[in-house]
């Protein structure tokens, strides 16, 4: 799925993150930014050591926010690094946490001349967040961002599954008829 947003182009891909041919991917990483499992595990893996000595010289991150790096062995010029929310009950500033680390990752992008980024579904693995209402800040907030933002042609969504896939593809029809 894919649609236009003034100049940019937003895109629902399934598949890996780690293969994006993009100018920066983006990590769903923990606040010490020292790798971890899931995508994190996979970007350091196919980065190689040095993005882990990169990381150790960043000291940490907030949760809602994010730090980038170079992409070592990836395709990727950049990791950006965005530590989303662990979600307990939705009433923790969780939605806030995770519209901010989306908006973060897409100031970064700009501030580094990333013309493309790839996005995996932050926070909605190992830290619980509710896959549709994750996904309904998500698109808000890149949407939003891709109406006042030139600067960034390409945003590649990108899900592991299937199932995902289907969920984020209903939640963005909503999204942009709201
Ligand atoms: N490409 C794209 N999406 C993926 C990939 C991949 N290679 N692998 C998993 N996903 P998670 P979180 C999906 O758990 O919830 C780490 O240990 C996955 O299906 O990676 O933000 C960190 O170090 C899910 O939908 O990230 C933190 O401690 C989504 O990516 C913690 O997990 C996010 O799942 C962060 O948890």
Redesign the pocket.
Known sequence: MQVQINESTLELAQ????REDVDAIVN???RSLL????????IHRAAGPELLAECRTLNGCETGGAKITRGYKLKARHVIHAV?PVYHDGKRDEPALLANAYRTCLELASQHACASIAF??????????P?EDAARIAFRVIVEYLEQHSEIKLVRY????AR?FAVHERVLEQVLSE
């Open positions: 598949g890996d993150i780690t769903a990483a923990n790798g971890g499992g899931g995508v994190d595990g996979a989303g995996p579904a932050i926070s909605t693995g190992v830290y619980g967040y896959m990108v899900l592991y599954d995902a």
